[in-house]
């Protein structure tokens, strides 16, 4: 991530508060379960099959739609070359404009595939270079930067995966509060916030 400029830094922490908003609302709909934190619904998969518990099918379902808007993302990427980021997010928007329109049981299959799609909106030679919806990977190299900083290596490296790490934290409580005070309305919220994403992405693009 460092490799970037800080106006990518910028963008890369938008999308992850997104992508923490969504996960907010979609864990608080679905009593435990996320959008984005494909993890966690695996590990509650092989549970619930082993335990027989009733969200078994739920998790694969929510996985299965991740990995299908992966696809779409990098799909969209490949097509869109140098404007993959506008057009990746415009994706996204879309498709959390239908989530929006759909009941709560079906909207969260939508959203997880936007979110999956989301991970195509920072690419190098075709692999993603800054997941946006995950963290642990970027708490492991926030861990390894600072490491280098304490051991004489660069200073500051570490503050963009801090910076990301903390955009997914606060966009998660912003949309457990939109959940509780907005309810079915958070979806539109969303939305609205990838739209400007999307426009902040083109017009990044415009002035590398």
Do not use: C
């Not at 695996?42 to 996985?63: E, F, H, I, R, W």
């Not at 506008?86 to 329109?101: D, F, G, S, Y």
């Amino acid at each position: 991530m460092n490799r970037y400029r800080k106006r990518f830094w910028l963008l890369a922490s938008g999308v992850a508060a997104l992508a923490g908003y969504l996960d907010a609302v979609g864990f608080l709909t679905l009593n435990g379960l996320f959008v984005s934190f494909m993890s966690g619904n695996s590990t509650q998969l092989a549970v619930d099959l082993v335990l027989g518990g009733p969200m078994a099918a739920v998790a694969a379902g929510l996985v299965g739609a991740f990995v299908g808007g992966v696809i779409a993302g990098a799909l969209a990427a490949r097509v869109a070359g140098m404007a993959r980021k506008p057009v990746v997010l415009l994706l996204v928007t879309i498709l959390l404009a239908v989530a929006a329109l759909l009941n709560a049981p079906s909207a969260v299959f939508v959203m997880a595939a936007a979110m999956g799609a989301a991970n195509g909106v920072f690419q190098r030679d075709g692999e993603v270079s800054i997941g946006v919806t995950y963290m642990t990977g970027t708490l492991v190299k926030l861990g390894q930067r600072l490491a280098a900083a304490i051991t004489g290596g660069a200073r500051w490296a570490w503050i963009p995966h801090l910076l990301l790490w903390s955009a997914l934290v606060t966009g998660a409580a912003l949309g457990a509060f939109a959940h509780l005070h907005a309810g079915p309305h958070a979806l539109w919220l969303a939305t609205a916030a990838a739209l400007i994403l999307t426009i902040a992405a083109a017009l990044t693009d415009r002035r590398a």
